[in-house]
Structure formats: structure tokens, C-alpha cells
């Protein structure tokens, strides 16, 4: 992840601390000087002594990396040492015991040594990074923990505020998704406890009361927070507990009755316990609200006030509210969390993209009717292999389509707490490669290797779209979001408008994509095939090969094609993706104003039936014609038609024109669950991958009965 100059970021601060910054920020322009410097001189320093160096019983190969050797080290040495290798000391007690070594353990020993130098090249180069962990006042077991999760420097987000929390300020964090915001409090909040000005007044002993409380808008990023909370702080001897809905009482109070330093969960169930008399919350320290916009926008606002009331003293205690989406609104309302001279740190601010850079964002039209079909071939081209997440509007329509695609399982809010995390424990360890989700998995969740987002149509809130495409493209990764849309009802600009994405507009994969994406992998399976197969098998290939007029070529194609699923390759529409359809442009040659009255005009030369059978019309945005889906196999009968219509002209069109938008209207536009199903569906034969996306497994229902979270959310 590249690192974020603090000038360009908005790190609003008192007129005092605006002092401080400055001093820091002139210190680290001074030490980024000196190492420029530095390195220039070693460079004019180094190469005359390299030459001169004597080595008699070397090759070019060994002098070449010999000099390779001393330039490395010379970059770690300061001047003085190199008065010392102009005056060849060091070189001479080199040369004198390689002179007596076999030269297999003259090279070993030149490896070993070139090894240990990349090593400390390397250590010094990481401390040269101004986000280094090594720069920030984090202890030693913490670092270390860090650096056995590989995280040697902090993200800009945590850089930036990392000493203002430790400072005491109350802080209002946003940058843009999968960019760190988790670490970005857990760390100083840490060492606040163990090693800053939080230290004193943590309480410690059996049944100790919590020094911090993070709140969460979903029980699964409350747990994913919470594990990242016990992996840290338990590196520095703090605990801490997950209290979230759905699951028992009874484990989260034997926790609570113990004593705990952090308290982890979603404001309903917290204040549950609170209410239960479970929670002391008079020493507390910290208040966290993660994703604060979506827990205030779920109505969780009372709750939350009532969880962040219960504080005997708030001046003692720091808040800080984090998210990648600050709506106004939202920092309206912080104001009645957090003190008047809270500080922001803002790595969106003004900037026009709101959402993750490391996103591919596309879109594709799509009927609803034609989304089951469409989707795993989506997935074939844009997964990379890797995981995808697929986001419905609703509950229902959640359930439905992971029934209809092999091997996804579902995940929202009328599914059993229990089912719930087996089902993303199943998905973080790759049992199965497709979620199908509601906004229960928008925010925050960070799963390993996620690919491709779909998005089944655009969601209401700009807000949505930025967290939903945000599970990929995670620590700097790179990821795909595909956003399925329908052209005669969805909007897309206002999403454009206010995300600051441009998006890249596709049409359905076409089957030579498709080929292309998943011929290796089929490939693949082929080769896995044993030799053994091959005596039992010969005769009735050789049969097959004799009879049935084509090529070994074509034959091992379809072979291919088969052993990842398809039995045939149907063409799809450019308008809705419908299969074995086309879209068609008319035009009269003056504006068509409505859509009555385009198919007014087909009446004039079409039967009724055919009329009708006409799919998703829309009128182009330059108001000048209609474009529409016809199956291919009524193609001709309205291409001979136009002949008997004066001034009509009606075309199949290779790329979709622009098209005019409807506001986005809701209820009740996807009577049948939003997905057809479709007779032939070409997947349901798919079997044999390795990955579930072709296993034809059956997709587990989950039961309807139990609501989970508060005021009946529909996802
Ligand atoms: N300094 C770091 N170096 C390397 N990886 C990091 C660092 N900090 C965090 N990460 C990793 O980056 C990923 C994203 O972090 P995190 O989930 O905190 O992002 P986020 O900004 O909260 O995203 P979102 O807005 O979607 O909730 C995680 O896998 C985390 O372990």
C-alpha cells in the first residue's frame, strides 16, 4: 500500500498541535534529505576501492558479486567506515582467509554473507519508511505480534492518527475501505492501556471493569474486530470479549463476571447486558464507533447514546467514531459524542473518488429475469479463480439465488446465528468460493483473497455501493465489482455521480471470453486425468473419433467444455443478457417521445403476439429511437417486416447507445424473487471442479422463522 504524505490528507487540529506538526513534518523532511545525501557520497566513495580490490583466484562471476556485495554494504555504512575500506583494511582479513579456503566454501561463504547483507539492507531500508512500526511508540511484544502477521508499517490512516489517540484526543477517522481503520484505533488504544496515559486507571484483578468498548453494526464484524482485539491485545496481556446477538447469554457473562479490558459488540445486545446489570462501565477509557454512519443509520442511535451515556465521567474518556462513509449527517451527530476539540483525520475529504482506487468498478445491464444465468459466467471471467460475493436487496432474494447457483451458500439476517458463522467460517477457508449475501456482509468484513463483487442491482445508497465494492481490493490488493443493472429501471448515474467512480461499461461475457477464462482450468482437469484411464477408455474415443465426423481437435473442445460444465454456448442480448436474444435498434426518423408510442409503431408492421413478446423496450437517451430484445429466432420475421413501414429502420446493434434513466423506484419490482428460472439452465450439469464452482452441490435453505438483529432489517 503506498504511502500517504500527511499534506495530503485532512488531519484538521488545534492552532498548538498545528505547531507540533509542523516541527515533525520539518524533521522528517530533514532526515529524508540526509539519506539522499548519504547515499550519493558512498556511491563517489566506494567505486575507486572496488577496483583496486586484489583478487587473484576469482572468477568475473565471483568479482561481480563481490562488488555487488560491497555496494551493498557499503549503502549500510556510515563514513567513517568508509575511511576504513579506503584504506583496504577490511578487505585484506577478506582476501587472506579466502586464500586458504577451497573455493566451494569461499562461494557458501559469499552467499551466506550476501544473504545477511540483503537482510540488514533491508532492515535498514524498512526503517528508513517513515511509517515503519519501528517510528511509532509501540512496544516490543506488539511490534513483534505485528511482525508475525507481516505488518512491518503502518497504513497511512494509522500513521496519521496512531499518536494522536495515544495523546488522548477524541478523533473522528475515515479512509477509504480495506485501508486499515481497525488497526488504526486498536493500536494506540493498546498501548494506552500497557504503556500510555491510559495505564493507570485500567483496573486490574478478578472481575475488573472494561477500560474500552468498541461498537459494531453487524455480530460478524464484531467478531472479526473482536479477533483481531484478542490476537493484540493478548500479545500485551490485556483480554477482552465479544458480546453480540443471536448467540447465548450465559458464555459472554461468565466472561463479563471474570473481568474483562475490552468489550467488543453490537449495540443491542450490549445494552442487553448492560440492562442485566452485567456491564460496569465506570472505568471506562475508550468508546469506539465502527462504521458509526451504519450503526446510526439502523437505527441504533438510541441504543448507542444510551451505551456511550452510561460513562460517569466523559472527560475522562476518549471517543472515536471510524468509517470509510462520514455522511454529514453522521458528523452532525458525532458532535454529541465526541469533545469540541476532537481532531479528523480524512484520507477521502474533498476528493472526488470516494470509493476503493484498487477496484475495477464495472457495470452491465441486466434483467432481472436473466441474472441466474448470467452470473456464473461473471464469475468465470472476473473471479481470478478467487472468492466472490454477490450482494441482493433482500433476504428472499439472497436465499433464492444461492439455491440456484452450484456450490454458494447464503447470508443474512433471517439465517441462525449459528448457521451464520459456519457459513463465513466456510467461506473465509475457501470450502466454498460464492457468498450470497444482503447488506449483513457490506461493511467491514475483510476476507482473504475476494476477487469479484456482484452487485445485483444498484443499491439505494451511494454509501452501499462504496462498502459493498469495497470487500475486494483489500491492503492494497486488486479486485473487481461488477454491478448488475437494469437499463429501463435502474440509475446508475446518481451512484456515479456521488461515488466519484467512472464506470466501465461491459456487455454479457461473450463465449470466446468465457473460453478464454476457463479453458486453462479445464485444461487443467483434463491433464489431472490419470494416464491409467486412458487403455479402458481408448476404444470408445477411437469409436467416437471414427464416427462421429469431427476432428480429434474439436472433439477434445467439447471434451473441455464439458468437463467444466457447458454444454452449449448460447449468444446473449446487449440489452438485458437474455439468452438466444437480440437487441434491436428502431429508429423513424424523428424523436420517439414514449415507449407507447414505439410500440405503436411496431404495430404497424408486426402481429400482436410478436409485439408483445418484445423485451425490456427503452428509449435512447437522444430521445431519436428504442432499442429492444427480440429471440434470435424471430429476428427475421421483424427484420422483414420494417420493409412494409415507411421510414422505419430497425438494426441489430453491436454496442449498446446510451440510454435514458429512470429515477429508481422500489417494491415489488422482482415478483418472482428477481430471478427467473429459466428452463435449460446450462450450469446444472456442472460438476467435477475442484473448487465448489462447479461441484454442483446443493445449496443448504436456511430456515425463515428467527429474525435476527433489531426492527426486522430486510437484509
Ligand atoms: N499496516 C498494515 N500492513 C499490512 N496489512 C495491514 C495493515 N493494517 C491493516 N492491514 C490489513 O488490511 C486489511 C484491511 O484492514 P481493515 O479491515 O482494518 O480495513 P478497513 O479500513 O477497516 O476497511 P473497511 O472500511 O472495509 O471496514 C486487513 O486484512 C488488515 O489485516
Redesign the pocket.
Known amino acids: ?1 503506498p504511502s500517504i504524505p500527511l499534506s495530503d490528507a485532512i488531519l484538521s487540529e488545534s492552532p498548538k498541535d498545528k505547531k507540533e506538526k509542523k516541527k515533525k513534518v520539518k524533521n522528517q523532511t530533514f532526515i529524508e534529505a540526509s539519506e539522499t545525501e548519504g547515499s550519493i557520497g558512498k556511491k563517489s566513495k566506494k567505486e575507486p576501492k572496488l577496483k583496486n580490490n586484489p583478487k587473484e583466484s576469482v572468477s568475473e562471476e565471483e568479482e561481480m558479486s563481490e562488488k555487488k556485495m560491497k555496494k551493498k554494504e557499503g549503502k549500510k555504512r556510515k563514513a567513517s567506515d568508509f575511511e576504513v575500506m579506503l584504506n583496504g583494511e577490511e578487505d585484506r582479513s577478506e582476501t587472506s582467509s579466502e586464500l586458504v579456503e577451497p573455493v566451494n566454501d569461499k562461494k557458501k561463504k559469499k552467499k551466506a554473507k550476501l544473504d545477511e547483507v540483503d537482510q540488514e539492507e533491508e532492515e535498514v531500508l524498512k526503517a528508513k519508511d517513515p511509517n515503519a512500526i519501528s517510528n511509532f511508540r509501540i512496544s516490543e511484544p506488539l511490534r513483534a505480534k505485528l511482525k508475525e ?7 497511512p ?2 500513521a496519521m492518527t496512531f499518536h494522536t489517540i495515544l495523546d488522548g484526543s477524541d478523533l473522528v477517522g475515515r ?10 484505533f486498536v493500536l494506540p488504544i493498546l498501548e494506552s492501556l500497557t504503556n500510555g496515559p491510559a495505564k493507570a486507571a485500567r483496573k486490574t484483578g478478578y472481575g475488573k471493569a472494561p477500560s474500552v468498548i468498541v461498537l459494531l453494526p453487524t455480530r460478524e464484524l464484531a467478531k472479526q474486530v473482536h479477533s483481531d482485539v484478542e490476537v493484540y491485545g493478548g500479545a500485551l496481556g490485556l483480554t477482552s470479549c465479544c458480546l453480540y446477538g443471536g448467540a447465548p447469554y450465559s458464555a459472554q457473562e461468565i466472561k463479563l463476571k471474570r473481568g474483562v479490558d475490552i468489550v467488543v459488540g453490537t449495540p443491542g445486545r450490549i445494552k442487553d447486558h448492560m440492562e442485566r446489570g452485567n456491564i460496569d462501565f465506570s472505568s471506562l477509557r475508550f468508546r469506539v464507533l465502527d ?1 458509526a454512519d451504519e450503526m446510526l443509520r439502523m437505527g441504533f442511535v438510541e441504543d448507542v447514546e444510551l451505551i456511550l451515556g452510561k460513562v460517569e465521567d466523559a472527560s475522562k474518556v476518549q471517543t472515536l467514531l ?3 462513509t462520514l455522511p454529514d449527517w453522521v458528523k452532525q451527530i458525532s458532535t454529541r459524542f465526541l469533545k469540541p476539540n476532537k481532531r479528523t483525520a480524512d484520507l477521502v475529504g474533498n476528493e472526488k473518488m470516494k470509493a476503493s482506487t484498487n477496484v475495477r468498478h464495472i457495470v452491465l445491464p441486466c434483467s432481472s429475469a436473466a441474472r441466474s444465468q448470467l452470473i456464473p459466467d461473471i464469475i468465470c471471467c472476473y473471479s481470478s479463480g478467487g472468492r466472490t460475493i454477490i450482494f441482493t436487496e433482500t433476504k428472499e432474494s439472497a436465499s433464492t439465488l444461492a439455491g440456484l447457483l452450484p456450490g454458494a451458500r447464503a447470508l443474512h439476517g433471517d439465517i441462525q446465528q449459528s448457521q451464520r458463522e459456519v457459513t463465513l467460517s466456510g467461506f473465509r477457508s475457501g470450502k466454498f468460493l460464492t457468498l450470497v449475501a444482503t447488506n449483513v456482509a457490506a ?2 468484513l ?1 476476507i482473504n483473497d475476494v476477487q469479484l463483487i456482484i452487485q445485483c442491482e444498484p443499491p439505494r445508497d451511494v454509501e452501499d455501493y462504496i ?1 459493498r465494492s ?2 475486494t481490493g ?2 492494497g490488493n486488486s479486485g473487481v465489482a461488477v454491478m448488475l443493472y437494469d437499463p429501463r429501471r435502474s440509475n446508475i448515474s446518481k451512484i456515479e455521480r456521488e461515488s466519484g467512480v467512472k464506470f466501465e461499461h461491459i456487455s454479457a461475457p461473450n463465449p470466446a471470453e468465457i473460453a478464454k477464462a476457463v479453458g486453462g482450468e479445464a485444461a487443467e482437469l483434463i491433464t489431472q486425468v490419470s494416464d491409467s484411464v486412458i487403455p479402458a477408455f481408448k476404444s470408445a474415443a477411437e469409436e467416437l473419433l471414427n464416427t462421429s465426423g469431427l476432428s480429434a481437435v474439436e472433439l477434445l473442445a467439447k471434451a473441455l467444455a464439458k468437463t467444466i460444465g457447458y454444454t452449449e454456448v448460447k449468444k446473449r442480448s446487449l440489452l438485458n443478457s437474455m439468452e438466444n436474444h437480440v437487441t434491436v435498434l428502431l429508429e423513424i426518423g424523428r424523436p420517439i417521445y414514449t415507449p407507447s408510442f414505439a410500440y405503436g409503431v411496431l404495430r404497424r408492421f408486426l402481429p400482436e403476439e410478436k409485439v408483445e413478446s418484445v423485451q425490456g423496450l427503452t428509449l435512447t437517451a437522444d430521445g431519436n429511437g428504442a432499442v429492444f430484445d427480440v429471440a434470435a429466432e424471430d429476428l427475421n420475421i421483424f427484420l422483414a417486416g420494417q420493409e412494409n413501414a415507411a421510414n422505419v429502420s430497425l438494426e441489430v446493434v453491436k454496442e449498446l447507445p446510451p440510454l435514458q434513466e429512470r429515477e429508481q423506484s422500489r417494491g415489488g419490482r422482482f415478483g418472482n424473487n428477481g430471478f427467473g428460472f429459466a428452463g435449460g439452465n446450462r450450469f446444472s450439469s456442472r460438476r467435477g471442479g475442484r473448487d465448489g464452482r462447479f461441484s454442483g452441490q446443493r445449496n443448504d435453505r436456511f430456515s425463515n422463522g428467527f429474525r435476527g438483529g433489531r426492527g426486522g432489517k430486510k437484509w
Request: hydrophobic share 40%; aromatic share 6%; net charge positive.
Open positions: 500500500m502477521k507481516g505488518i512491518e508499517a503502518l497504513f490512516i494509522q479512509a477509504r475501505t480495506g485501508q486499515g481503520k481497525t488497526l488504526a462504521e471510524f468509517s470509510a461493511r467491514g475483510d462498502h469495497g470487500r483489500r491492503a
